[in-house]
């Protein structure tokens, strides 16, 4: 599997790494072949040991690779396998940070269509990642937290999923206002919670208030496992540009997400990171759910001195609560219609 024919760019290449659906090919270690070739064989993108995408330029004889600086999130190394029966050198790229993956992804893009049009490897890489190098050094203080990205795609996932349905459903988004749950209509609630990895089930919920059912009504949790990867189709970016497509009041819509201090979805600092679904659970919220409450307080809403408070809830201990996946589309109904 080449990436020129199947994967498209260096970043779907490792989507299908993580897939684990690599090929040796003699080289020790599993990895997709580019599609790029220089004289001592196919360049290569494989992973770290702790699923870091990395990316290995055959180096030849008369190539050192010293000329080829790393950065805080690129680390460059030398790295030596067997292939085809004798030691093949490689200049290792490897990113040490998940949120400039999509970065990393653009740079070795370059790297392959410089090496493509004939430029040495390590002369590719060299000049390629000096021109990246401001992005790869973008401080950290810059960057809205990974938690709060992923958080916001969440919502503007289900957004865009009810909105495909009403234009008008933008109005019960209710957590940019304030609200105490993430989505409402009348009486009926949703609250969406993201965690950050296949199979994680515990989340934060933040408040006495925030599993409450509301009087007379229901309250539904939807958890989201994403999985953070600088090639995934879920971002700030393509999330917020398509609710503001669909949404009948755009403006209003716009109002809502810098209300959230996102003034624009295309804004770098909020699309340092996308992520890719890999899972997808609704619960129902009802007696016997794992949560803390004021109605299970002995002192009543709150203890004396204590205004708020946050907590982890394991959903695991809620099997009972999912939602049959076939009852999704009926419970998306109750926030159609919002006015």
Known sequence: MSISEDAGSAGRAWIILRAGAGETSGLEIATVPSGVATGEGPIRLALGQNGEARILLPLSAKES??????????????????????????????????????VFAELGDEILSRIESGTACAEAAHSTIEEFRSLLVRPNSSLVPLNQVAGLVGELFLLNRLLDRDAVAWKCWRGPAGDRHDFAAGPHSLEVKVSLSKGRTKVTINGFDQLEIPTGGSLHLLHLELEATGSGMLSVDALGKAALAKASEPENLGLLLSALGCNDVSDPSWNHTAFR?????????????????PSMLSEGPHPAGISSVSYTTDLSMAAGFRVDPSELSTIEELFLGCR
């Open 65 to 102: 690779g010293k000329e080829v600086i790393g950065a805080p999130a690129l680390r460059i190394a030398v790295s030596t396998y067997s292939y085809r029966g004798r030691q093949q050198r490689f200049l290792d790229l490897t990113c040490m940070s998940v949120e400039l993956e999509k």
């Open 277 to 293: 679904l890999e899972n997808e659970t609704l619960f129902k919220v009802a007696e016997g759910f794992p949560r803390l409450v």
